[in-house]
Every structure is written in structure tokens, then in C-alpha cells.
């Protein structure tokens, strides 16, 4: 069961205690959002459950990223 906890912003982001690459990551972001927290921790999880993937969906996870990088800095650099 996720258990993220309220935490106070970071000046640091190698501070910042989050396990991103959790299964249950987006469902604690929501939840975090919800409560109205300006930031959380997964510190005290004990249900970390890592993302399966092969190496060829992060391939297109990262060609993905690339892709809206480009596009968002496309637009910033437009009149």
C-alpha cells in the first residue's frame, strides 16, 4: 500500500526523496495534489514496486521526451 507523507520544499533536488520510477508513483502524486501538499516523500515507503520495462520502451520513452523538448523549445523561440 503507498504511503507518501508531506514534506517541505527542497533547496536541493538530490534532497528531494521520491521514487519516481515506482509503480504506484503517479497514483502518490495524485494524492499528494489532492491533500494540497507543496511536496512529499516516499522516505517511510515500504512498498516501492519498480516499473518493468525493456530496454526498447525506454528507448521510445526517451525519443518521446526528446520529442516534446524540441517542440516546447520550437515554440519558446517563436515571435
Known sequence: MMNPIP???VEE????????LCT???NCLDLALSKG????SCRNCAAFSP???TALDWEEDALRCG???G???Y?????
Not at 533536488?13 to 519516481?20: D, E, H, I, P
Not at 501538499?37 to 512529499?40: D, K, R, S
Not at 515554440?75 to 515571435?79: E, H, I
Open 7 to 9: 514534506a517541505r520544499p
Open 13 to 20: 533536488l538530490q534532497k528531494v526523496s521520491r521514487n519516481v
Open 24 to 26: 504506484s508513483y503517479d
Open 37 to 40: 501538499w507543496q511536496n512529499f
Open 51 to 53: 516499473i518493468q520495462k
Open 67 to 69: 520529442a516534446l523538448v
Open 71 to 73: 517542440i516546447v523549445f
Open 75 to 79: 515554440f519558446q523561440s517563436m515571435p
